[in-house]
């Protein structure tokens, strides 16, 4: 190879480099830019304004012996864990029964979909009414005889992650579903072909060989269900403000409280921080496993 | 079709520049939307169109809690509003300082404001350097209890005159199918709810140490403890209160389904909406009849800098009108609040505001803990209430360690 076609290598495809330039520009300006002044800024006292005053790791210190935080981690652990469980298999189930080549699929299959057009501020208020004692699900089931039946969620400190779980999932499931419908067809009918041939169970099928065929979906829902998870706010604040009390408090919430009701900016840089670090930690090590490996194969 | 188009464009065209320079419109943000104050913040929309020009009405619903971080991401982002509310106080303090709010003085000189303002801590709390950069418009205190007289009568027993009497009330009312106390679940009526406590319970100097002067160890002591034990007995009572606004729970006291609601004199608004009459159909007790003391906090208008120089001097008139008597009458009538201005006569005054007025004259206040401590150290303080009211496994021992420690910490 000659020294002079180097620089060729730099001019191919010219146009196409051109018009990334602007969305590599937005990318590391807004996103790792505006992520490194946020770590920045999390180590000084900024109140309503950013200000340049160092005080080291104080604001960490305060934000991990703060209650709300710790509750809102709890929480968040235990609505990401169920989200990703239960999508995963709500999701898979219905796009396996949807699969059975049954009547009206279409119908079936915007019904089940139709729950993501709503913004999780009205999924919030929905089920914020269904859950209520007064008026939802309690009171039908009373009504019909069952005197004692109790089903308040929202209003029992222990419980409500749970009641915002089931928002949550009643809005989300139905994408899953098509992901995993869409993944399914894409599998080949000569290998059904060949397993009904060879005499296999049809769930037999679905959990050995169409599974791990449908990797590449089940990375993609993965991705999507786990940047729900993270950046869940909008549903708790519409479905539960955070309570009863603080027992429904999510980090997001934290995040936005303090920087901007109570003014304290710093604490709120800190607390987006250490999100962005529990981020990085699940998708490091993935992201390695998954697009490293490839270069050895 | 096309010539009359071009008509109309042009007539538009001329048009514009004529009514611009007529009415110069002010976008004022507030949060005033239940009944009473919309129908408060009505009266000064009413009296600056009255001068010519016009009041855009930019309602922020929610609460302060809600609208404040739009109204503050507005005026840093670059896109300021004519004026906006703010509860004086600390609130503010830091778009002052970095100068984006407009320096009332001038008005304040032509206007006496100085002499007119009391009690005088108002308008301190708007000074910076010796400068006034806010319209305190009205004083609302905090330390007030609703009873409603439908409750008690239906429960068999006599209107409590003071905290103690209320609590001992308490299972008469549950026994009648009652609820005690109807409380609110935000955060902000939690505390507020406490500190009313502190001050009634505990008396003016130990709130003030504890919340000006910080005191630690008093906040960790026995008197402090005493209101922590109020306000255990209050949690209790309300137990059964299962409403987010303020406002729902006035309207639980208003209908006679609770006895009592511990809430500031803005409730008051609402009593009247309902066309309830004080003393006949409710009663209220400041400083919750133990120690009558309020709070002198309340809320104050903002101007933040603009480019416009009509705008601005629209901006000077509204500031100027808000401080005058007739709309200082007119809007605290139906807020509920009182006047900021000593020399206003409140004749058609109801009972509890002439309640307060007496209070006020003879000098019985403290400060609002907006002006005393951060929105920080404040927020802090309102999580920590709002878990306390709402799960009763926080002893009240642990809550007041809890308290002591936020205000060692506190600035």
């Known amino acids: ?28 300006v807004i996103f790792v830019g505006c992520s490194l002044w946020t770590v920045f ?165 679905y959990v050995f060989i169409v599974i791990p065929m449908m990797r590449p979906v089940f990375i993609t829902s993965l991705v999507i269900i786990a940047s729900g998870i993270v950046r869940v706010y909008d549903l708790v604040v519409a479905q539960t403000g955070g309570g009863p009390g603080i027992a429904s408090e999510v980090p997001a919430k934290y995040v936005y409280d303090y920087m901007f009701q109570n003014q304290n900016l710093g604490q709120g840089f800190a607390a987006s921080t250490m999100m962005l670090l529990t981020v990085a930690i699940v998708i490091v090590p993935w992201a390695y496993l998954e697009f490293g490996s490839k270069k050895h194969v | 079709m096309r010539i009359r188009t071009r008509f109309a464009a042009f007539a538009a065209c001329l048009a514009l520049p004529f009514t611009a320079a007529q009415a110069v419109e002010l976008e004022v943000t507030h949060w005033w939307t239940s009944g009473g104050e919309a129908a408060a913040v009505a009266e000064f929309a009413k009296a600056f169109n009255a001068t010519g020009n016009k009041w855009v009405d930019g309602a922020i619903a929610g609460s302060g809690g809600t609208a404040r971080p739009i109204m503050i991401s507005r005026i840093t982002g670059g896109d300021p509003m004519a004026a906006t509310q703010f509860n004086h106080g600390r609130q503010a303090e830091e778009l002052v300082e970095a100068g984006l709010m407009r320096d009332l003085t001038a008005e304040a000189k032509a206007g006496n404001w100085a002499n007119l303002v009391h009690p005088k801590s108002l308008l301190d709390a708007c000074t910076l350097d010796g400068k006034i950069y806010c319209v305190p418009v009205n004083i609302h205190s905090w330390q007030w209890i609703w009873l409603s007289h439908k409750a008690f009568k239906d429960a068999g027993i006599a ?220 927020g802090q303080v309102n999580d920590l209430f709002v878990e306390f009211f709402n799960n009763p496994s926080i002893t009240k021992e642990d809550a007041q360690k809890q308290f002591a420690d936020i205000v060692e910490d506190a600035d």
Do not use: H
Not at chain 1, 58 to 83: A, F, H, M, P
Not at chain 2, 175 to 180: D, L, N, T
Not at chain 2, 249 to 265: F, L, P, S
């Open chain 1, 1 to 28: 190879m000659s020294a002079g076609k180097r620089p060729v290598q730099l001019w191919r495809n010219l146009s196409a480099k051109i018009a990334a330039i602007p969305m590599i520009l937005t990318a590391l």
């Open chain 1, 41 to 205: 800024y999390s180590f000084t006292n900024s109140k309503l304004l950013p200000k340049v005053k160092f005080v080291g790791l104080n604001q960490y210190e305060r934000l991990w012996s703060t209650n709300r935080w710790l509750i809102s981690i709890e929480n968040l652990v235990i609505y990401g864990i169920c989200t990703l469980i239960f999508s995963l298999l709500i999701g898979f189930l219905l796009a396996a029964l949807l699969d059975q080549k049954i009547r009206f699929e279409n119908t079936f299959r915007s019904i089940l979909l139709y729950p993501f057009a709503l913004s999780f501020i009205v999924t919030g208020l929905v089920w914020q009414w269904v859950l209520n004692p007064q008026f939802g699900i309690q009171k039908i089931i009373r009504d019909l005889g069952f005197e004692n039946f109790a089903f308040d969620p929202l209003y029992n400190p222990d419980i409500v992650i749970y009641g915002v779980l089931i928002a949550g999932l009643w809005q989300g499931t139905g994408l899953i579903m098509c992901l995993m419908l869409a993944g399914i067809r894409g599998i080949d009918q000569e290998i059904w072909k060949a397993a009904r041939i060879d005499g296999i169970q049809t769930w037999k099928t």
């Open chain 2, 159 to 378: 209107v409590p005159t003071n905290w103690d009497e209320f609590v001992a009330a308490g299972p008469a009312l549950e026994k009648a199918g009652k609820i005690p106390l109807a409380m609110g679940q935000q955060s902000w009526q939690s505390s507020g709810a406490f500190n009313v406590l502190m001050v009634s319970i505990a008396g003016p100097d130990i709130y003030s140490r504890v919340y000006k002067d910080k005191d630690a160890e008093l906040a960790a002591g026995p008197e402090v403890a005493k209101v922590f034990k109020a306000a255990d007995d209050a949690r209790r009572l309300a137990a059964k209160s299962k409403v987010q606004d303020w406002n729902q729970a006035t309207n639980m006291v208003i209908t006679g389904q609770a006895g009592g609601q511990i809430m500031g004199d803005w409730a008051q608004g609402e009593f009247q909406v309902a066309n309830q009459v004080a003393g006949k159909d409710y009663t209220c007790l400041p400083g919750l009849g133990v120690n009558e003391v309020i709070s002198t906090g309340g809320d104050a208008f903002y101007f933040p800098k603009l480019d416009d120089a009509a705008k601005t001097k629209a901006q000077g008139q509204l500031a100027s009108l808000m401080m005058t008597k007739e709309v200082q009458v007119n809007f605290n009538l139906k807020k509920g609040s009182l006047p900021v201005r000593g020399d206003v006569d409140l004749a058609s005054a109801n009972d509890c505001m002439k309640k307060g007025l007496g209070i006020l004259a003879k000098g019985n206040i403290v400060a609002d803990v907006n002006q005393l401590m951060s929105p920080d150290s404040l």
